[in-house]
């Protein structure tokens, strides 16, 4: 079958340098943002998640920033790994709402 | 073990039969939910339940329908499958924080 991958805007980044990976949501109502990671032939996984009275949150080499002005949301990798190669999501979950809403995905891709 | 499981991981049926997709979770959680992947449209959510009495329509839930067996267990059918309705299909469950884990997912094949 198809790659996931297929399609998707695509960023290709040497081997330890940083990934920016960017996401813009359109409902300025959402106040929950995941970001969620998807390797080759396994389900989504899930990385860092920020809450909508945060504009930034630290986890081991990520940071996700947060910006409520313009609705963006980027996924940072520090050091890039070639296990860092993967598809990743941004997903929003709007206040009132119980259901997460996906974005189509961006494709990482590290240059050893 | 996997949290959350699906079976079958594959499957190739024929237009018109009745496929089942299963999904049985361990993490404790109250709400599970199918969602479809197809090449760059990201996940679609087809059917959602927070307990064993509740279930509700995605986004696209047309051709499909769902059974909440136990907390545990929620199963996805296609009454009559169509070659559109080929696509990966994941569980996943979660908490009220919104936060969702997955399975590993159905790669399903409709000839």
Not at chain 1, 5 to 32: F, K, R
Not at chain 2, 6 to 34: A, F, V
Not at chain 2, 71 to 95: D, H, M, R, V, W
Request: charged share 20%; with cysteine.
């Amino acid at each position: 079958g198809e790659s996931v991958g297929l399609h998707l805007p695509t960023l290709s980044v040497q081997e330890g340098d940083n990934s920016i990976i960017n996401c813009a949501y359109s409902n300025s109502a959402s106040d929950y943002f995941i970001w969620y990671k998807q390797e080759s032939g396994k389900g989504p996984q899930f990385i860092i998640d920020i809450r909508s009275n945060m504009d930034k949150r630290q986890g081991q080499r990520v940071t996700v920033l947060l910006n409520k002005t313009v609705k963006h949301l980027s996924l940072q990798i520090a050091a890039t790994q070639p296990g860092d190669s993967a598809v990743y999501f941004c997903a929003e979950k709007r206040y009132g709402n119980n259901r997460l809403a996906f974005g189509k995905g961006n494709q990482v891709v590290v240059i050893p | 073990d996997a949290d959350v499981t699906q079976t079958p991981r594959n499957r190739i049926t024929k237009t018109g039969k009745r496929i089942m997709l299963e999904c049985s979770q361990t993490k404790g959680h109250d709400r599970m939910y199918w969602y479809r992947q197809d090449p760059g449209l990201g996940l679609r959510l087809i059917y959602y339940s927070f307990d064993v009495k509740d279930i509700n329509k995605g986004e696209i839930s047309d051709g499909y329908s769902v059974s909440r067996q136990a907390q545990a267990k929620f199963s996805l059918s296609l009454e009559s499958a169509i070659p559109n309705q080929t696509a990966l299909y994941f569980c996943a469950t979660g908490k009220e924080d919104g936060k969702l884990f997955f399975g590993s997912g159905t790669q399903l094949s409709v000839l």
